[in-house]
């Protein structure tokens, strides 16, 4: 299945509207979504106008925010590549997984781990939709969709597909990948992390990234500002010592907090961006 775009409408070439798909999940297509306005960032299909047009005005402040997400998202896959293969990580949390695209998460792991076991989490209905429509698991492994908030891990922590997928007493890689970012407050994103992490036993991993301002030029960091002001930017960046809050008691794995084109980059990739072109921080860590 496959989807095609027509004006500000998406098609599933099975016939089904996303409009249709938007009335009946209760999707507000005329607010800007994270996950959509990522996914227009990446090249994908599935965003609407409202999406389209946040991300511009974000681009336009800051020219390599595409960048940025492309470089993003090969971080992610580095982090659960290296966590399969070289730990043996099998059970992954990510929260904040984003509208489907190429080498998922479990895509990832289960290549390597056959038996993976994946739980994805969004609060928005257009990604649960399509991710159990597009993701399917390895016989051997399980993936499971849960539509929730990072702002209640409670409920993430409770609920019955993730108890029923993966077991708590085994060390699970928590994947909080360009999502904490949207929590205005830093005390209260300590809170939430800390909160998963202390469900989660040693010998599991935290894998995070956030945006940062560290990197840019003062004029780019003052247009910044001014999107966040202006209501125009929902990402509030995080600088390097408060990103570092979220490891506490964790030991970073090599080589710590850097860069995300920088954390253990691919010799053979295409690109590998700046800093100042992916201001983002990505690190992992290991619950000891």
Same mark, same amino acid.
């Given at each position: 299945m496959s989807f095609v775009e027509s004006s500000s409408v998406i098609t599933y070439d099975g016939g089904i509207r996303a409009e249709e798909m938007a009335m009946s999940d209760g999707l507000d297509t005329e607010v800007a979504h994270?996950?959509?306005r990522y996914n227009y960032w990446l090249g994908g299909k599935d965003n609407f106008a409202a999406d389209r047009e946040s991300g511009d005005l974000?681009?336009?402040? /800051?020219?390599?925010? !595409?960048?940025?997400?492309?470089?993003?998202? +090969?971080?992610? @896959? #580095? +982090?659960? #590549? /290296?966590?399969?293969?070289?730990?043996?990580? #099998? @059970?992954?949390?990510d929260i904040g997984t984003?509208?489907?695209? +190429?080498?998922?998460?479990?895509?990832?792991?289960?290549?390597? =781990?056959?038996?993976? !076991?994946?739980?994805?989490?969004?609060?928005?209905? %257009?990604? %649960?939709?399509?991710?159990?429509? =597009?993701?399917?698991?390895?016989? @051997?492994?399980?993936? #499971? /969709?849960?539509?929730?908030?990072?702002?209640?891990?409670?409920?993430? =922590?409770s609920h019955p597909d993730l108890v029923d997928t993966v077991d708590l007493d085994q060390p699970v890689a928590l994947m909080l990948v360009a999502i904490v970012h949207?929590?205005?407050?830093?005390?209260?994103?300590?809170?939430?992390?800390?909160?998963?992490?202390?469900?989660?036993?040693?010998?599991? /991993?935290?894998?995070?990234?956030?945006?940062?301002?560290d990197f840019l030029t003062p004029e780019l960091a003052a247009n910044w500002d001014a999107t966040l002001r202006n209501g125009q930017s929902d990402v509030y960046p995080r600088e390097r010592a408060e990103f570092a809050e979220f490891f506490s008691g964790l030991d970073l794995l090599e080589p710590g907090i850097v860069p995300v084109s920088e954390w253990r980059p691919d010799p053979d990739a295409t690109e590998r961006p700046a800093p100042l072109e992916a201001s983002i921080f990505g690190a992992v860590g290991r619950k000891p």
């Open positions: 994270p996950a959509r974000l681009a336009k402040s /800051y020219p390599a925010a !595409r960048t940025a997400a492309r470089a993003n998202r +090969a971080f992610l @896959q #580095r +982090a659960v #590549r /290296y966590l399969a293969a070289e730990v043996g990580i #099998r @059970q992954f949390l984003g509208l489907p695209t +190429a080498d998922n998460t479990h895509e990832v792991a289960q290549r390597i =781990l056959p038996d993976s !076991r994946v739980v994805y989490v969004d609060n928005d209905p %257009m990604v %649960m939709t399509h991710a159990r429509a =597009l993701l399917h698991s390895t016989p @051997q492994g399980r993936t #499971r /969709y849960l539509e929730q908030d990072l702002r209640n891990p409670e409920r993430i =922590l949207f929590l205005p407050d830093q005390a209260t994103a300590r809170d939430i992390v800390a909160t998963l992490l202390g469900a989660l036993p040693s010998g599991s /991993y935290l894998t995070m990234s956030c945006a940062t301002k």
